[in-house]
């Protein structure tokens, strides 16, 4: 099969504020606030000034409400061409689910049976926006995972179809508070907090998933790294898994696990999740309001 060359699909929101002609128009204008936007780029370089400029796709996710684009907004139609500094970054995805991999590192989480966990949908967030952390939280630390990006409607996956499932990959931190995950089997309260999952800036797809870097920077300090080979249930095996009691859907985010070294997370931390072939992904760490 030949490879698929990498392509990034991103979920965006204009800058621009409405024209004034567009103000007067209530039954087409779309909220300034939900307003979200689906840009593509296939440049090899991502900070070129041709990876730099992007193109509007209709929404990758079709039939899926909560990733449809909004309404047609001049120079926002798809086939037009819009500059990084025109828009913001969002979540890739508004996803139905968050799933991730529970001690899925190496031989000893492989010897284990697969076991996922869930983290509300509730908890994501795009770059840059604020990890926020309650005074009474306690231990937070991030952890910086590979995650697929869910392209289709899928149930009873095999290791033959797997794959048809996945639609790209980007970069989600798993934010985790550790004191709450040894009080709370399920580990709800621990993931599932406002702001505990970060994810973005993009999705790559036609990614070679086997032997990614993965790793943190924290307060500019990089910690050491892993790769994605250090994971003891791959790609295929875990859609495979998870879809053998639930249905994934177009936009859902499977985290896949987190090999590499982490630290406390504190207000006024800033924090980097690095993957391979992807890029970074930074939040800053804010007290909770």
């Known amino acids: 099969m030949t490879p698929v060359a990498p392509r990034r699909i991103a979920r965006v929101r204009p800058l621009a504020e409405l024209s004034p002609a567009a103000e007067l128009s209530p039954a087409t204008k779309p909220s300034t606030t939900a ?7 296939s440049a090899p370089d991502f900070g070129s000034d041709a990876g730099r400029l992007w193109t509007v796709v209709d929404s990758p996710f079709p039939g899926s409400p909560a990733n449809a684009n909004s309404a047609a907004r001049s120079g926002w139609e798809p086939g037009c061409t819009v500059s ?3 828009f913001t970054f969002l979540a890739p995805s508004a996803p139905a689910n968050v799933l991730g991999m529970a001690h899925n590192t190496g031989q000893a989480g492989r010897d284990l049976p697969a076991q996922a966990f869930h983290k509300a949908a509730t908890s994501v967030i795009g770059p840059g926006d604020a990890i926020e952390l309650t005074a009474d939280v306690g231990l937070v630390e991030p952890e ?14 095999t290791l033959d179809d797997a794959r048809t499932a996945v639609l790209g990959y980007t970069i989600a931190n798993d934010v985790t508070a550790r004191d709450l995950q040894k009080s709370d ?3 709800l309260s621990a993931k599932s907090q406002d702001t505990f999952t970060p ?5 790559v797809t036609g990614l070679d998933d086997a032997d990614l870097p993965i790793g943190v920077v924290h307060n500019g300090s990089e910690l050491a790294t892993a790769s994605t080979a250090d994971l003891g249930w ?4 875990i859609l495979v898994y998870l879809s053998t009691f639930m249905t994934l859907h177009p936009g859902d985010l499977v985290l896949t696990g987190f090999p590499a070294a982490t630290a406390p997370l504190r207000p006024g931390d800033t924090v980097t999740c690095r993957v391979g072939g992807i890029g970074e992904l930074t939040n800053p760490v804010a007290a909770a309001p």
């Open 35 to 41: 307003e979200q936007f689906f840009v593509a780029n």
């Open 199 to 203: 994810a973005g800036p993009w999705i």
């Open 144 to 157: 910086a995972e590979l995650a697929v990006v869910v392209g289709r409607t899928a149930r009873r996956l």
């Open 234 to 237: 791959k790609v295929d095996e």
């Open 84 to 86: 990084q500094e025109d």
């Open 185 to 187: 089997e399920l580990w």
